[in-house]
Structure formats: C-alpha cells, structure tokens
C-alpha cells in the first residue's frame, strides 16, 4: 500500500518510530529498484531510504539489515524456516509489543529480530527442513524470552 501511494510517507499520520519490515522483494516495490544480492549495498540502500523517509528498516532476510539512516545493526540469528508465510507478523508482533512496553524504535527493531531470530534457530533445531506454522514459531518465541529473562 505505501509503494503505491501518491505521496508515500510525506502525509502519513503514524508516529515518530515508524518502523517498516519488508522482505527484499516488498523492498524493491517501496525502493522502485532491484536490491541488491551484496550485503553492503543493501546496508547502503536500506540506509538512504530509512533516512529520506524518516523510518526505521528491517530488511528481513540472511543478516537482516536494521537502520533508521544513522544506527545500523545487523541480526544474525534466524534460520529458513522464517520464509514461512506469517512468521513476518509474528516479528511485527514482537516488535509493536516492545513499542507499547516504551522500548525505543530502532531498539525494539533489533531485540525484536534478534529474539524472532532465536526462535527460528529453534524451530529449525526442532522441524528441520519441514517449514512450521507461525502458530508453532509463537510457542518457541515463548521459550526464547523465558531464556533470555
């Protein structure tokens, strides 16, 4: 919806920790160009756009890319059994909670990542090649944060 609207993010009535989570390819709809497979370009590109529009970025994928054009983290936890439909809701779950807790956007972002990540890490310890429902990343994501507590 933001790739197609007419005036982007110049109107938008969302508050000052916009936070956007797209995969690469939602990225290249929002960026109107391919990104790129090297992962310095895409910290580059992630980074210009984050800063142009005033958001925060999660470039989900291997190494996701978090950046709001000035901090920049990358994640390496997670696993392929995130390419799941609806574990990105989950990770936008976990993100908007740490937001209502008062956690800081581009904070959020990265522990949200990070422990979305671990999750999967876990899942795929569990599943291995068979892809499990967000449902089922949930239940880890549970045990994830019981650790890390």
Same mark, same amino acid.
């Given at each position: ?17 916009? =936070? ?40 989900? +994928?291997?190494?996701?890319? =978090? ?18 439909? +609806? ?14 807790? +008062? ?24 599943? +291995? ?21």
């Amino acid at each position: 919806a933001l790739a197609a609207s007419p005036t982007g993010f110049s109107d938008s009535p969302l508050p000052a920790d916009r =936070i956007l989570t797209p995969h690469p390819g939602e990225f290249a709809r929002l960026c109107r160009q391919p990104v790129p497979a090297d992962h310095r370009q895409r910290e580059t590109l992630a980074g210009d756009f984050a800063r142009r529009h005033g958001v925060i970025v999660l470039l989900k +994928g291997p190494r996701t890319i =978090i950046t709001d054009g000035q901090q920049l983290a990358v994640n390496d936890t997670g696993s392929n059994t995130l390419a799941t439909g +609806g574990t990105g809701d989950v990770l936008t779950g976990v993100i908007a909670a740490l937001l209502a807790q +008062g956690m800081p956007g581009f904070a959020a972002a990265q522990l949200g990542a990070h422990v979305h990540g671990l999750a999967g890490e876990r899942l795929q310890r569990h599943y +291995g090649s068979r892809f499990p429902t967000s449902r089922e990343l949930i239940r880890h994501l549970f045990e994830v944060w019981q650790e890390l507590e």
